[in-house]
């Protein structure tokens, strides 16, 4: 056999090899998870945005944002402020060094996903030591590579 010959003849033998098992490289890179499954984690998440939201936690709880996150909230001079992660995570590390009580708490959740995007409305109770207050937000969420995680965050206190 010559040269030519094995080369051709390996090359149709890879080719056969690959056509057998690229279907099965395709089904394990293009599955998507069932509904259920999308389902559970987006709840896990949504419980973990408050559940995790704690002085001891709080370095779990930034695991929930994507990098790109952004938070945006309405000013009151009718205005609106936007941060990226990095000054929003250091704005809550800010509320825990300074509180020694500090939570939310979600009402009212309202939790929408369409394939692996989604929204979830509530109602949030918000608390600094005795102070409390009450608002309104949407957080979208898109599941990816590793799961469920927090894209944005709108938000609004009641006046």
């Known amino acids: 056999m010559t040269q030519y010959q094995r080369i051709a003849t390996f ?11 690229a279907p099965r490289l395709g089904a394990q890179t293009t599955d998507t998870p069932s509904a259920e499954t999308l389902d559970r984690g987006l709840q896990h998440l949504v419980l973990d945005y408050t559940r995790l939201y704690t002085r001891d936690s709080l370095a779990v709880w930034r695991n929930l944002f994507l990098p790109s996150f952004t938070a945006a909230n309405t000013t009151a001079d009718g205005g ?50 005795d102070a409390g207050r009450r608002g309104r937000l949407v957080l979208t969420a898109i599941h990816g590579k590793e799961g469920w995680r927090f894209q944005s965050l709108l938000f609004s206190y009641h006046d």
């Open 11 to 21: 090359s149709i033998i890879a080719m056969m090899a690959l056509s057998l098992i």
């Open 80 to 129: 609106a402020a936007a941060r990226p992660l990095a000054d929003f995570l250091a704005s809550q590390e800010r509320a825990f060094a300074s509180g020694t009580n500090v939570g939310e708490r979600l009402e009212n959740v309202h939790i929408e996903r369409r394939g692996r995007i989604a929204s979830v409305w509530a109602e949030f109770v918000y608390w600094h030591d």
